[in-house]
């Protein structure tokens, strides 16, 4: 069993360069697809992507909010399982905080024009695997 769940957690999800996030489609399937890590972590709890607008999680999310997460660590063979619901952040606010150089290359008219879009999501429970072991585990 996990003594503290936000720090093994966090200290997985800093490691990973990798991350999966899995949207649901109009037809009721899951959709998963790889990602850069979060570009801000807030605990276990909050996590935020960067994005085009125009893709289709982007549509899917704003269809249906229920989200979950995966991170993996390969090396030790571990990894961690997310769910919750995804926000689609279209405010300048928002998208200026999280904005960083070089996102210039992926995102034409920078922070306030073009594509550049927020995901947010918040966990709601969790599942952790490690050294053989499934635990699942809620997220206060």
């Not at 990602?35 to 269809?63: D, F, V």
Request: glycine share 8%; charged share 30%.
């Amino acid at each position: 069993m996990m003594k503290n769940p936000e720090e093994t957690i966090g200290k997985l999800i800093e490691k990973q360069s990798i991350s999966f996030i899995s949207s649901v489609d109009e037809d009721g399937y899951p959709n998963t697809k790889a990602m850069l890590a979060p570009c801000k972590r807030e605990g276990i709890k909050t996590l935020y992507w960067h994005t085009n607008s125009p893709s289709l999680r982007t549509k899917q999310y704003r269809n249906n909010p229920k989200a979950c997460v995966y991170f993996c660590d390969r090396r030790f063979f571990r990894g961690v399982m997310l769910k919750g619901s995804m926000e689609v952040l279209d405010d300048k606010k928002t998208k200026k905080a999280l904005w960083e150089d070089g996102y210039e290359k992926y995102y034409t008219g920078g922070p306030e024009g073009g594509d550049f879009i927020i995901l947010k999501f918040t966990a709601e429970a969790g599942r952790y695997y490690s050294n053989f072991n499934s635990e699942s585990f809620r997220i206060e």
